[in-house]
């Protein structure tokens, strides 16, 4: 997955995360905490031992917990899952704000996944059921694209700006375009593990230097519009 946020527009139904950094007193702290230490012993057993073979009862344990009790802080497994998602999403925008550049931070974030295939696998996995408006992962997925492409797009207008990359490119068009492609090529890796997704992006960036996917009318090669 390519949690790429740098600022995440504010979700209710997530506020207990993203609270995990504020520093608070009593019963509802110590809840707070305790979901977060469960995140990152699910995040870490689904980096070690992939979606499947990773179980309920096996966080719970890790946890010094029983499934019901891992079930008071999640109200079913499909909300663990996409909270996983949403925690990892976390790790990978502070990994990625350590890079000025865009296709630093990407590469970086890229090269990371490919060390913990069983997330991937678990985001695309999450990605499948995201078009059945009643599932969590729906409303995660809305706001994770929603949230990165916006993040993207930023990076671009500011390589633009330094002259990184030419300024007759359409950065919110380009924007859609590279999360599509960074979803892509991590679908075909979990196909194919020998595919070097980070060469690829390598080679659409070199691309893009040259101008392509401008605001402009598509053309073919022999400068024929694209009706």
């Known amino acids: 997955m390519f949690g790429f946020c740098e ?11 993203i609270l995990t950094r504020v520093t608070k007193r009593g019963p509802y702290s110590k809840g707070i905490t305790r979901r977060d230490e469960i995140l990152t012993v699910a ?3 689904f980096a070690e031992n992939g979606y499947r073979g990773t179980s309920l009862r096996e966080i719970a344990r890790e946890c010094g917990l029983s499934a019901a009790g891992l079930c008071h802080y999640f109200g079913s497994k499909e ?5 996983v998602l949403d925690k990892r999403d976390e790790v990978d925008s502070e990994r990625a704000g350590r890079h000025e550049g865009l296709l630093d931070a990407i590469v970086d974030v890229i090269e990371r996944n490919a060390e ?8 695309t996995t999450m990605a499948a059921s995201a078009s059945d408006p009643g599932h969590p992962a729906s409303a995660f997925f809305a706001r994770h694209y929603e949230a990165t ?6 990076r671009l207008v500011r390589a ?5 990359l030419p300024p007759r490119l359409d950065p919110d068009r380009l ?3 590279l999360t599509a492609v960074m979803d892509g090529l991590q679908i075909q890796w979990t196909v194919d593990g020998s595919l070097d ?15 392509m996917c401008s605001s402009e009318t598509p053309a073919v090669s022999d400068g024929t519009p694209v009706e």
């Not at 913990?116 to 985001?123: D, F």
């Open 7 to 17: 600022q995440e527009p504010w979700d209710p139904a997530w506020a207990a995360i």
């Open 160 to 164: 633009q700006e330094h002259g990184e």
């Open 116 to 123: 913990v295939p069983g997330l991937v696998e678990l985001y």
């Open 197 to 211: 997704m980070s060469e690829h992006l390598r080679l659409l960036w070199q691309i893009l230097e040259g101008g």
């Open 43 to 45: 995040l870490r057993l």
């Open 149 to 154: 492409r916006s993040a993207v797009r930023q």
């Open 175 to 177: 924007a859609v375009l």
């Open 79 to 83: 909300d663990l899952f996409v909270a």
